[in-house]
């Protein structure tokens, strides 16, 4: 089976989850999936998922700085987002609403 590239994988994951998600939840989750290749990694994804965002698919639900001051965001889909399902293959014969 042919993997999806990496945009389309993170965007069928959170239409899939359709539920808060994070950074480091992409990375351990679909990160295996591109094992040895570059740019699996955590600053590709962040930027992949920034992008997402960019062209509202996907967007910011909380923001907050962990017990280490380091800042945290988790993403959801959004309506739109969702809406390109049906173009990510293996998903084409879905119902439309």
Known sequence: MTKLPLKVRILEYAI????????EELVEKIGPEYKGERFANYHFME?????????NTMEASKVWYD???ELKVEYVITDFGKGYERLIPGH?????D
């Open 16 to 23: 899939e989850k359709d539920a808060p998600f994070t950074i």
């Open 47 to 55: 930027k992949l998922v920034r992008l997402n965002t960019g062209v």
């Open 67 to 69: 017990e280490n001051g």
């Open 92 to 96: 084409e014969k879905k119902k439309k």
